[in-house]
């Protein structure tokens, strides 16, 4: 099961975390609205390509990313949203899409948007469509030591 990794990981690091299975959904709007979490504390991860090495920035459902702000913020020539054939491989333990903002277990950097950090928790896809998993947002920055700023252009 996908999310048994990632598990594993979160209990050898003491933290306290809530599992939450709801039907199958793809897109984190769909998500937020079946498991009734405002789509601004849903976090989706995207994956993308800064100057041709992939990273994960992870922002609020319903936000977008401002791809001006997100070059500056990573300091890259070059930002892209990366291809599903560029990084399925890249997640063995995942579905594709569903993969958790956990870069830190993958070999990637991560970007945070500042919304996310400003909320007590966060609630991501554990690396399938069926289940989630909310945490503190102290206990995630503290093991994924993620880069937080902003990066996105506010709700879709």
């Not at 979490?37 to 995207?46: D, F």
């Not at 994960?56 to 054939?85: C, F």
């Not at 970007?111 to 503190?136: M, P, Q, Y």
């Not at 994924?144 to 506010?154: E, L």
Request: aromatic share 8%; proline share 4%.
């Amino acid at each position: 099961m996908p999310v048994q990794r990632l598990k594993e990981y979160l209990n050898r690091n003491n933290v306290k975390f809530v599992s939450i299975v709801h039907s199958e959904a793809y897109t984190a709007q769909e998500i937020a609205a079946l498991v009734h979490v405002p789509g601004k504390e849903l976090a989706k991860t995207v994956v993308i390509k800064k100057d041709g090495q992939t990273a994960m920035a992870v922002l609020p459902a319903s936000y977008k990313i401002d791809w001006s702000l997100l070059k500056a913020v990573t300091g890259a020539v070059r930002v892209e949203l990366a291809g599903e054939q560029e990084f399925r491989d890249m997640f063995p333990d995942c579905e594709v899409g569903a993969m958790p903002p956990f870069g830190n277990l993958y070999g990637m950097e991560v970007f945070t948007e500042t919304s996310l950090a400003n909320d007590r928790e966060i609630v991501f896809n554990a690396g399938s469509h069926i289940e989630l998993i909310k945490l503190s947002f102290e206990d995630f920055s503290r093991l994924v030591k993620p880069k937080v700023a902003h990066f996105s252009a506010g709700a879709a």
